[in-house]
Structure formats: structure tokens, C-alpha cells
């Protein structure tokens, strides 16, 4: 049996706003009742719902045809930061201890539209996160765990998730991400919003 | 001087809780206090604020390099519906009165990344929105006014902004758009939503 505890305490009155709303959703699913990130008593996370709600921060895209037909990561990257997380950076331009980044994967559909050759997103095919926590994370850099939902050659996905090996993820993140583990470089909404306060959500001039 | 009129009215209670949390933001512009799409008292749409924290549905691109130097749309498209009538659509399916649908442009920034050739999002170079409203367009097909708040070689951005004559936008929506005048076949996160409820929000299976 799964028990939950929770990682991330933020604003009492936001998370009972977004208990009340649609934001929030947990079915099936255990879930701490202030939380993003839930971990199983093993030290697994358990598979985050509800996170196309969230806060959008970007899309990388390295598709086959750039990388000589065997990219790394072929697909549409739609990541998301939750909205705790997203409060906190709009504040400080920081990442909370907590913080949960939702990556899910998104074939590429159609390369041709009423619009002109390109890229069009097609059907999901993953989900990936990675999560800052202290009390989990003790001795990673920047406290951060990185988790592969995606069941290899289908479209399920897998309910909890144990936190991949180091070399898997880290290495890259730690030397080739912009900040504090998390490729800001390529998320315009964060970059935008660092620090900025409400003026973060949208151009206010 | 600009007075608003509001064309939404959805759930009070989703609209109140909005309200309480950073998803509501409004700064320097007339807002109504229940609606996402304001217009001025002479019928031109006040740029949307706070779009960033709406529901993020798809990001199109079709780069200049794929379409001879010259798209006619050549930078990243992030698009947004605004939180109630995406609350309508996991329910039926399809748009109220009132949608609101932004777009930003964002340029392509770096072509190469630690994960490989591909593209990657740079800055924001332009906003453009459509509105779904039987009052301010009644002979419109499914009732859509187009709007483009960019301002050419430069980054700002109108405050307010008149419909588009119908040839910009309307032709190619209406014959190539998969539903409603909206291109839901390039936008994942409309078409696994569609009539789904709770689980529209990410997947629960």
C-alpha cells in the first residue's frame, strides 16, 4: 500500500482556492491534501494529475529529421512548472524547494498545414518530471530528482516512478541548464517571469 | 475613454475563486469582473491580461527555414484558452459564447541544444487573439472576430485592437479548421479534453 507525504507547504489560502477549482484534481490516485509532489513511503513519485492546468513554460523540439533520423528526444517537449512553484518564481525569480516540472511528450503529428510546412503536435506519447526537495534529494545537485513515467513502446504510463539514476538526467541538466538545474534558456514564460510579480502572467505594458 | 462590456458570464463560483487566486490579473486596463473578453464601447477588444496562467493548448511553428525563407507565420505560436470556457469544453465539448483564444508569438531562438538540433523558443514578439460572441459579431461564421495586437517591427504591443477584416483571418479558418473556426487538430491538450471532465486535465489512467 502507497502512504503520501508531502513536500511542498506554500500559501494555505492559494492551494484552498485551487482545491476549490478545477486546477485541482486527484482521482485514483493518493494525494497529500497541500501538495504537488507525493512521494509513496518507498521513495517514489507518485504520477502528478491535473498538470495541463498548470502553468505552461515551454516547448523544446529536436524532431528526427534535424538529428539525422535518431534523435534523442524526437518528440514535443510541453513542459509545466505547478502552480505553487510558479507563484514563488514570480516572486523571486527562483525555484521553491518543491518545485514539480511536468514534461510530457507529444509525437510529431502533421509537418504540413493550411499555415505552411512545420511542426503540429500529434498524440501523447510520455510523461517525465523532476522534483526539488531536500528531504528527498539530500545529496543531488540543487536537490533535484528526475522520473520517466513512460512505458517504453506503448502509450500507458506508470502510476509511481523510482527516481532515475544519476547519470541519466543530471549530468546534462547540471552542466548545460541555464539555472539551478531547469533550461530556463528555452522556457520564455519563466524567463519573462522571473521576479516580475503579476506582471509575469501576461505583458502588462 | 474606454468602457467595458463583458459577453461571459460562466460559473460564479469558478469566476469567484479565480478571482482570489494569481490566475485573475488585472493591471492599468478595464477588466469586468466575470469575463475574460472586454471591449471597449467601440466594439475593439482590450488585449488580454494574465494569459500565461490560462490552459495552454498547442504550440504551431512553421519556421522560415521550411517554407523557402518566407513563412507567412514564421515564429513559435503558444496558444491559450481562457480558464471558464475551458471549463465548458471538458464538459460538452465545444465553445461557449465568450471564448477567448490567445496566441503569442514568440521567435525561434537557438536552432541547437544540449538534446540536440531542433528549435527552441526565443522572445515575444507579438500577440494576436480571436473571440467567440454572438452580440459582437451576429454574421461572422460560428460568431469569431479576429484580433492582432502586434505591432510590426517592434515588440510592443496595442492596448486595444479593432477586428480584422474578415479576408486575414476568417478564409482560412473557416475552411481549414477542424472545428468551430479552430485548428483542434493541432492542439493535443483540446482534443484529449473534449466532453472528458476532471480527466481532460491530464491523464488518469
Redesign the interface.
Known amino acids: 500500500m502507497n502512504t503520501t507525504n508531502t513536500i511542498y507547504s506554500g500559501s494555505a ?2 492551494l484552498l ?2 482545491s ?4 485541482a ?1 486527484a ?2 490516485v493518493p494525494q497529500a491534501s497541500s501538495g504537488y509532489a507525493n512521494f509513496t513511503s518507498a521513495g517514489e513519485l507518485v ?7 498548470w ?2 513554460i ?6 528526427n529529421d ?2 539525422n533520423g535518431k ?3 524526437p518528440e ?1 517537449h ?1 513542459v ?1 512548472i505547478d ?1 505553487a512553484s ?2 514563488d518564481w ?1 516572486k523571486t525569480g527562483g525555484f521553491p524547494d518543491g518545485t514539480l516540472i511536468v514534461k510530457e511528450l ?1 509525437s510529431v ?2 509537418k504540413q ?12 506519447i510520455g ?1 517525465e518530471a523532476s522534483v526539488k526537495s531536500k528531504q528527498h534529494f539530500p545529496d543531488t545537485p540543487g536537490h533535484w530528482g528526475f522520473f520517466r513515467f513512460t512505458v517504453e513502446i506503448s502509450q ?2 506508470r502510476k509511481i516512478a523510482a527516481a532515475q539514476p544519476g547519470e541519466n538526467c543530471m549530468g ?1 541538466h547540471q ?2 541548464a541555464a539555472q539551478d538545474q531547469v ?1 530556463t ?5 519563466l524567463r ?2 522571473a521576479g516580475k510579480g ?8
Not at 58 to 63: K, R, V
Not at 185 to 189: F, K, N, R
Open positions: 489560502a492559494l482556492c485551487l476549490m477549482s478545477p486546477f484534481s482521482e485514483n504520477r502528478p494529475l491535473g498538470y495541463r492546468e502553468i505552461f515551454g516547448t523544446p523540439l529536436t524532431p534535424m538529428n534523435a534523442s528526444f514535443f510541453n509545466y502552480p510558479w507563484a514570480k507529444v503529428g502533421s498545414a493550411a499555415s505552411g510546412n512545420g511542426y503540429f503536435q500529434g498524440e501523447y510523461l500507458a504510463l546534462c552542466s548545460k533550461f534558456q528555452h522556457y520564455p514564460v519573462a517571469a503579476s506582471a509575469g502572467a501576461g505583458r502588462l505594458d
